[in-house]
């Protein structure tokens, strides 16, 4: 292999890896040297490659979850099963990374 061969290679890497193409309805957060610098919105985004580095993608669509089956006991001592749906949709990703340990349900 010559040595300009190596070289276009090695550049178009770091190239592809600069560029970062955001979907729709995604977050991507951003740290730089290990700790957080950004949040990149949907759309293409640069980055510095080796310094920066795409940390948590979350998806910004509304999540349902269910919630399990449970006996509950009414005032007048009357058992009812109860089941529920929970809607989270991650509207900070910068505090879903990390100011949550587990935000969603599991």
């Given at each position: 292999m010559t040595p300009l061969l190596v070289i276009s290679i090695l550049a178009v890497l770091v190239i592809m890896s600069a560029v970062k193409v955001?979907?729709?309805?995604t977050a991507y957060v951003v740290e730089r040297l290990g700790k957080f610098y950004a949040?990149?919105?949907?759309?293409?985004n640069f980055i510095i490659p080796f310094l920066d580095r795409a940390a948590?993608?979350?998806s910004l669509k509304e999540q349902a979850y269910d919630i399990p089956e449970q006996i509950c006991i009414?005032?007048?001592n009357v058992q009812v099963q109860?089941?529920?749906v929970i809607f989270l949709q991650v509207v900070d990703p910068k505090?879903?990374?990390y100011g949550v340990n587990n935000y969603f349900l599991q």
């Open positions: 955001v979907p729709q309805q949040v990149l919105e949907p759309g293409i948590y993608r979350h009414t005032k007048d109860v089941d529920g505090t879903a990374s």
